[in-house]
């Protein structure tokens, strides 16, 4: 059993600011597979959601424990975190080392590999062979670091005024529920509100964010037809690794540059996102979305009618099994339905 797996679910009572002025407020800090929720003590409403990979503990050794997210996002708003509840502390301390430790331990090893492999890759470029150092990159890149680059492509988006990401206590904490009925990992869903047009539909990145146009909740009838775009969307990001289109994108340069130091630049990936959203869906594979649907036993006539050829959907047949029960609430999908009213 891994560290994360002994962690799962486990809570505990924390405090919580928003940035260095905010006054602290108490909290429920609760573990997920990959990332730490934040929620309100009183409300259970989500106020924040961290990536495990990137939380710091910024007081080793000192109580109480003190802990922030290390990404460019979380570094302009100042969040940060105050437990003192020891059995919370030295799981969070167990899963941070578990996930830092095997870097540090390999370092020397990896670098060694790296300056083979960019060797390589730097003869295939030079032989006009980019898509190889492309693909052997997308290979190789941890989770961490993809889930960094999908912030980096949304955050790029956002910032470009194109679409603003729509967001409310209650529709972020209904969206999480849904994921959690909808999939055996559950990716982090983003709704985006853009100009009027066509719309974009599903979309994914790297890293398991999955984005949804804000039109398409406007005109879905319910949960499930909502379900059926986000199980289409997962099997085409199954199909395709998302991380290549980023690295196609952002030229052979930028791809060596992460493959041989480990990063790539926000410029690298500047525009890749608006680009996505322009770009028609792929189709999806029958045979794949219908294991997902059987999955949850989710019936297709629930969802076929709103989602439709448009969709890019293919034709499926009733789950052996199907839900007798709704996969969120009603009123969570209101809360899902009006998270842009604000």
């Not at 790296?114 to 890759?121: D, K, N, R, T, Y």
């Not at 956002?158 to 969206?175: F, K």
């Not at 853009?194 to 804000?214: C, E, I, K, Q, Y």
């Not at 493959?259 to 790539?264: A, S």
């Amino acid at each position: 059993m891994t560290a994360l797996e002994k962690y799962q679910r486990l809570e505990g009572p924390g405090l919580w600011a928003a940035d260095g002025d905010a006054q602290r407020r108490d909290v429920v800090v609760r573990f997920g597979e990959a990332s730490l929720v934040i929620l309100d003590g009183r409300a259970d409403t989500v106020l924040s959601h961290w990536s495990l990979a990137a939380i710091r503990r910024v007081n080793p050794g000192e109580t109480p424990a003190l802990f922030r997210p290390h990404d460019a996002s979380a570094q302009r708003s100042g969040e940060m975190l105050e437990i003192e509840d020891e059995l919370l502390v030295d799981a969070l301390d167990t899963v941070l080392e578990a996930l830092q430790s095997p870097h540090r331990r390999r370092a020397r090893g990896r670098r060694i590999a790296l300056v083979l492999a960019s060797l390589a890759m730097l003869a295939a470029a030079v032989f006009g062979l980019p898509e190889l150092m492309r693909q052997h990159t997308a290979g190789v890149v941890p989770m961490a670091k993809r889930i960094q680059i999908g912030q980096m492509v949304a955050q790029d988006l956002q910032g470009s005024g194109a679409v603003r990401h729509c967001t409310t206590p209650g529709g972020t904490a209904a969206l999480e529920r849904l994921a959690l009925q909808v999939f055996e990992t559950p990716p982090r869903l983003l709704v985006l509100q853009g100009p009027s047009g066509a719309g974009f539909g599903t979309a994914h990145l790297p890293g398991r964010l999955l984005l949804v146009d804000a039109r398409l909740l406007d005109r879905l009838d319910g949960p499930d037809a909502l379900a059926g775009h986000l199980l289409a969307e997962a099997a085409r990001s199954a199909a395709t690794d998302p991380l290549l289109a980023v690295l196609r994108h952002a030229g052979t340069r930028p791809t060596f540059r992460l493959l041989t130091q480990g990063e790539i630049s926000a410029q690298a990936v500047a525009g890749y996102g608006a680009r996505l959203l322009a770009t028609p869906a792929a189709p999806v594979d029958a045979q794949a979305l219908q294991a997902r649907v059987d999955r949850i036993g989710l019936d297709p006539a629930a969802f076929a009618a709103a989602n439709g050829a448009s969709a890019g959907l293919p034709p499926l047949t009733p789950p052996p099994a199907p839900r007798t029960q709704p996969l969120i609430s009603d009123g969570d999908w209101l809360r899902i339905q009006s998270i842009c009213d604000t």
